[in-house]
């Protein structure tokens, strides 16, 4: 297994520091709004990351925080008129009401900075016996040239960065690039008590304490989005490696953007869309296949045809792999009998198919191991189908229906335990979905009041509501002995 290692800008094979497990942190949201795509991605391709751990047969502990306390989510609680808290249990809300529809893990360890406040100003107190921060009128900040290796992440030099251009530049600090440990209370925020009077955290110092308390001096895996990795990240490091003298992560692994005609998608930029607003009209099952269809490290085209590409490419799988549960339930129970003949040619057929299988399966573990090729592992399970495609045309006995349960269980392992790719379509008809009866009724209803309108000789009307209903896909049906009926047309493409 390989991955792509920030910190040395080149692939590297992956070794845990336990043998059999696996300990990961990423970044999660700030909870001052809803998540939009982009937030999503790093959702998604980390549980995929830890998915596969687990099919690999690794013991993995998912550590993904939520910072509840911060600048913007001052401001939004300002905005609104209600407290961080009331702002924060809103939009932690509205967190796990938008994944989901995406079928992300539910063994994912969730901390809060609120509930880590301890270890928090443990840590700060040690980088400040330790000679590396600095305490100022109740703020605390870290001294970055008291750190040698830092800029190591973000492959910059602590001379040649950009003064001013991307760190708050305050008159307490004894250099622009000291980044803030603890701020002092202000008017009308939230604070807790420490050594250096009452304040917050900065944001930078609370992964550091959750990682550490959680995963030990020195983890595997750190990952989040690349617009993290300076000052985040690099901030991350400088905190843990003087506190703690460990390594803190071994590898950094950092997704792409998602992009909106060129430019990040972000919330500062204007440009998102909120994931609800997608899921809206998109299926979390299509979100998904379309998040994956793209190397983790690239960037992601947003548009609405791209998301339809991913839409029909699911439905195409979907309809496969139900096709393959049919024949297989046709067979089920029934054995090879004497007399029968099959185009497979018995046992060598199936023997050869089931190769493959096994062939497939290790060709789709070398997609995942070359640093999580997701679209090279998608590519495998499409030439998987059209094999098991092949294979069920000309089946005639339970042997051969076994050798096609081989491959449905094989497929739908990678699919839905690795890929988190449920398999199944949701209704695309928003008007009708979860409301079939009530679809019903209304169809009934406007059925009725267009033979009210034929028998008082309103044409008009009664064709107003035919045409009406025919946009909506409903075909109305007049039959021969005066009843009416409907059908209702599918509006999806044909794969």
Known sequence: MRFYNTMSNKIEEFETIEKGKVKMYVCGPTVYNYIHLGNARPIIVFDTLARYFKYRGYDVTYIQNFTDVDDKIIKRANEEGISVKEVTEKYIKGFFEDI???????????????????????????????GFAYEKDGNVFFEVKKFEEYGSLSNQKIDELEIGARVDIMEEKNNPLDFALWKRKKEGEPYWESPWGQGRPGWHIECSAMAKK????????????????????????AQSRCAYHGNFANYWLHNGFIQVNGDKMSKSLGNFFLLREILGKIPGNVVRLFILGTHYRKPINFSMDNMEDSR?????????????????????????????????????????????????????????????NTPQALAVIFDQIKETKKFSVNILNGEEAEALNYSYNSLRKKLEEVLGIMLFMEDENKNFKNNDKLTGNLIELLIKLRADARKEKNFKLSDEIRDNLKELGIEIQDNKDGTTGYTIQSNNNEI
Not at 102 to 126: A, F, H
Not at 313 to 335: A, C, D, P, R, Y
Request: glycine share 6%.
């Open 214 to 237: 959680y995963l030990g001096d020195t983890f595997d895996i750190h990952g989040g989005g690349q617009d993290l990795v300076f000052p985040h990240h690099e901030n991350e490091i």
């Open 312 to 372: 029909k490419t699911l439905k195409n799988i979907v309809t496969s792999m139900n096709n393959f549960s049919e024949i297989i339930e046709k067979f089920s129970g029934k054995g090879s009998h004497e007399g029968e003949v099959s185009d497979n040619t018995g046992n060598n057929s199936t023997n050869e198919f089931k190769e493959k299988v096994n062939e497939l399966d290790k060709k789709f573990m070398e997609a995942m191991d070359e640093d999580m």
């Open 100 to 130: 989901e529809p995406l079928n992300i893990s539910d063994d994912i360890i969730r901390p809060k900075v609120t509930e880590n406040m301890p270890e928090i100003i443990e840590i700060i107190k040690k980088l400040i016996d330790e």
